[in-house]
């Protein structure tokens, strides 16, 4: 241990980062420019290729990372490998690869374990293996620490140390989001936790909290559940208002006024790698018959909204005169988030499906996801209808009457509260109202 925190002291401490995505990366980016040596394992060749070239391979807005990593990559600090055998030589790994639910909403480890697999013949003994990726409460008891001996050979907590510190990044301010957040960290023994601690304060400028895995994989899959049920009752609350012909965003902005009432937004979907797959991660190690009914019922409120969506279409066309059917409908957004390349659980796939089920052709534009980038004006010119699936700033940048110019009839759904209902004279169908029709 001593040697260990002298070590990080004198940054003379080399380290693997195990998976460089959207965490992976600006952990790995973070830790060389606080002076370590790092290399990143990733399975991808294309993103080795490309960050050993010094080019992030993150497409969306990210202040600062492709900066920080071309600094790192030309000074020597950070370098990427396919190559496990690099770990040979490290003190401390943090694996940070994908963790998403199957179809049956259980945890599908396949990436998770190949990585432990593959780590064990190369761990060192006396390293620190941290834990980011979002994990079900237990699993650093059940499958890591099982998994890592398993294939190392080595008994964990005496040969090797264990720490879940789950991540609180958020894609358009990962580098933000790493430095000012506070992290929970978890240790599976308290030792553990404190060689953790010392490692991130090289780099956190906030709280680091030692505490057990056990309550770090809680507390991680908990905050994301939290702001799932959250979004799901304004969505309840948008479909509420909708019914009752009033318009929820301003019956929000005067709840919000209330002391203590913080309504989320109500929008279009919940997309994105985590939110949709945390509240059946947090669910899935309690014991069988256990009663939960508030977190699969915010989960189905969710995954409804963009099925909403295509049900305003059909609504806006039909007050327009058109059917659905042969109608084509510009998708506005494709990525799950705004000013992101994230498409991940994209609730603008769900309205294609949706909308090619219902007899209607899709046209999608996505100013940051390369499969759908160009010219917003050529892609809406002719269509039936737009759906705004996502705030991305060249939606919100765009007049509505040049929408409505380009558009063969002038049916708007706005799922993301862009535009005023009264912008243009159009058939506006917004989530949560109001809505306008051209007779209005
Ligand atoms: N994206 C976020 O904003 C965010 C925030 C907090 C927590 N998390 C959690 O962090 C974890 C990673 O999420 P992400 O968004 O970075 O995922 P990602 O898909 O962007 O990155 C995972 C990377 O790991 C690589 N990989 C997979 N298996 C590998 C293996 N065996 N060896 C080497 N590389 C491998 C993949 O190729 C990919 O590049 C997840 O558990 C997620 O829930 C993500």
New binding site residues.
Partial sequence: MESFLKAIERRDLHIAV???????LPVACMLAQAGFRVVG????GD?VERINQGSSPIEGEEPGLAEMLAGVVRSGKLCAT?DYAACRDVRAVFI????PVGDDNKPAYT?LR??LA?LGPHLARGTLVII????APGTMQRVVAPALEAASGLRAHEDFHLVHC??????GR?LHNLRHMPRAVGGMTPAAAQMAVALYRTFVEADLDATTALNAEIV?TTENTYRDVQIAFANEMALVCEDLGADVWEVRTLVNKCPYRDMHLPGAGVG???LP??PWLLLTNTSAGFPARLIPAARAVNDGMPLHVADLVVDGLRAAGKDIRGARVAVLGYAFLENSD?T?NSPSAVLVERLRALGAEPVIHDPFVAAYRGDLRERVQGCDAAAVMVRHGEYLRLDPQDLVRWLASPVVVDGRHVFAADAARWVYRGVGGPQQNLDA
Avoid: N
């Avoid at 394992?41 to 991808?44: D, N, P, V």
């Avoid at 980011?132 to 994990?135: D, K, L, Y």
């Fill in positions: 195990v998976g460089l995505g959207y965490v992976g394992i990733e399975r991808s993103k396919s940070s690869v994908e963790t990436a190949s990585a593959s980011e990726s979002t994990i789950p991540e609180r990044v958020m894609v990962l991680k994105g790698h985590c797959k945390d994230d991940r």
